[in-house]
């Protein structure tokens, strides 16, 4: 229904202005009576199978909605009724910021794609927080940047006020070092910048009675030996894990109009799916499976998600694939892998 129905009707708008009116469709369903009840019913699975245990929590099913829908905490309770075994808030930056200018969010449709140069727009650290006291019964990552204005140099202090800010509120934090839309921050991706600020954020969180997990999520645009490097810095510095993969500055093998094509920020959807397959299978096989990575780019399908799996997922997380094919997704994901009983413990 959703593909047939209601996409082409939301496809007919600007992207932004219907995410926008999709927040508020949200927050005003889930106060209808009874609703929040159907919804479950209709697309949630609790099967033992699908549990996965990683980093002392308990996730419900290894599909997770990844950074960038719900970038100011505002829908994860309602989004957690439709069937994600977690969800990633963000990116979370200290000061609020209006990202960059719009328009910013594109559609290729024809790609099954979206180029996003939003700039982490979002509302700032305190104002999520806030938002996060309500949290009820899911698992929240919070996925953490700097701000704009805030120099390579003084990054650190940036990183350092969001993981404060969000300690006592999410179960693990994503660092994101690698978003094309921020000014210099994928410089944070060399040796040089990222075993500093790694090591100081890991360093931090071990002076609590309770460290969250750490995980780092990379650019798909790293070649071999860049990927070689995070691998030996991840293990290095002890941090928990890997987020592969971020939105891509490539533009190769597109059909959509040259336009759209042409349009700066970083591309994500079913064009990332083999590259983002092949950096999660190196990280993979390069760290003799040592380092739990969650996967994301390109999946638009039951068979998608298994690809990531198979490839040395632990977890997955969706994006666009949820624009492109609605909440009955995460259903259809969960469903095969009872079916398949795909093997989680790669």
Request: hydrophobic share 40%; charged share 25%; with cysteine.
């Amino acid at each position: 229904m959703y593909r047939k129905i209601f996409r082409p009707i939301l496809f007919l708008f600007d992207p932004e202005m219907v995410h926008v009116f999709s927040t508020l469709f949200f927050k005003f369903i889930f106060k209808i009576p009874g609703l929040k009840f159907i919804i479950k019913k209709s697309y949630c699975i609790e099967n033992p199978l699908l549990e996965r245990k990683l980093w002392g929590l308990t996730f419900k099913n290894p599909v997770g909605l990844a950074a960038g829908f719900d970038k100011d905490a505002k829908l994860f309770n309602e989004l957690s009724y439709f069937g994600f075994g977690f969800i990633e808030i963000g990116t979370i930056t200290p000061k609020a910021q209006s990202g960059n200018q719009k328009k910013r969010l594109f559609r290729l449709t024809k790609d099954f794609g979206i180029i996003n140069r939003m700039g982490f727009n979002n509302e700032g650290v305190k104002s999520i927080v806030e938002r996060l006291k309500r949290k009820k019964n899911i698992l929240i990552g919070g996925n953490i940047g700097k701000n704009k204005n805030t120099l390579i140099q003084n990054a650190y202090r940036d990183y350092k006020e969001c993981f404060l800010e969000l300690f006592p509120y999410v179960d693990y934090f994503v660092v994101n070092v690698s978003s094309p839309n921020t000014p210099n921050l994928r410089e944070l991706q060399k040796k040089i910048h990222l075993k500093k600020l790694l090591s100081r954020l890991s360093d931090l969180n071990k002076k609590n009675i309770n460290p969250r997990p750490i995980l780092l999520k990379i650019s798909p645009d790293l070649t071999d030996m860049e990927l070689l490097e995070i691998i030996n810095i991840v293990e290095t510095v002890g941090l928990d894990g890997i987020v592969a993969t971020n939105t891509s500055i490539n533009r190769s093998n597109l059909r959509s109009n040259q336009d759209l094509i042409n349009q700066k920020g970083g591309l994500s959807g079913k064009p990332l799916s083999s590259r983002s397959n092949y950096v999660i299978k190196f990280i993979s096989k390069n760290s003799k499976n040592k380092i739990p990575i969650i996967g994301v780019g390109g999946i638009h399908s039951p068979e998608d998600a298994i690809e990531k799996i198979n490839s040395g997922a632990t977890l997955i997380q969706l994006y666009t694939g949820f624009v492109y094919e609605g909440p009955g997704i995460i259903r259809s994901i969960n469903k095969k892998l009872i079916k398949e009983k795909v093997n989680y413990n790669n």
